[in-house]
């Protein structure tokens, strides 16, 4: 098991930013590559960004490219989305996941451990 734990959403108007983190306890992440992912209302979730286990590659939806920012900091066992100019169509239930395939995956059946998930809802 990969105890994940998201935090740092919130209610933040369009235009604005936040930080998600993502942290684990009793076991290092540096062995697993890390995704982000999220759910709006009705909708499947779906990929947000992802970060190979040493942070040297990263890939993201391209709805997000250029404004959602994936790092890793694996002396402290964290992962973060640095969320910038959000819309309102970036509402979700914001969802980190863990998998210890090495390469840049964005299907959620591909990661087997994840975390409850934080909400994140932008306003106009």
């Known amino acids: 098991q990969v105890p994940l734990v998201e935090s740092g959403g919130g209610l933040v108007q369009a235009g604005g930013s936040l930080r998600l983190s993502c942290a684990a306890s009793g076991r290092t992440l540096s062995s697993y590559a890390m995704g982000w992912f999220r759910q709006a209302g009705g909708k499947e979730r779906e990929f947000v960004a992802v970060i190979s286990r040493r942070g040297g590659d990263t890939y993201y939806a391209d709805s997000v490219k250029g404004r959602f920012t994936i790092s890793r900091d694996n002396a402290k066992n964290t992962i973060y989305l640095q969320m910038t100019s959000l819309k309102i169509e970036d509402t979700a239930v914001y969802y980190c996941?863990?998998?210890?395939?090495?390469?840049?995956?964005?299907?959620?059946?591909?990661?087997?451990?994840w975390g409850q998930g934080t909400q994140v809802t932008v306003s106009s």
């Open positions: 996941a863990a998998t210890y395939t090495p390469n840049l995956l964005t299907t959620p059946r591909n990661y087997a451990y």
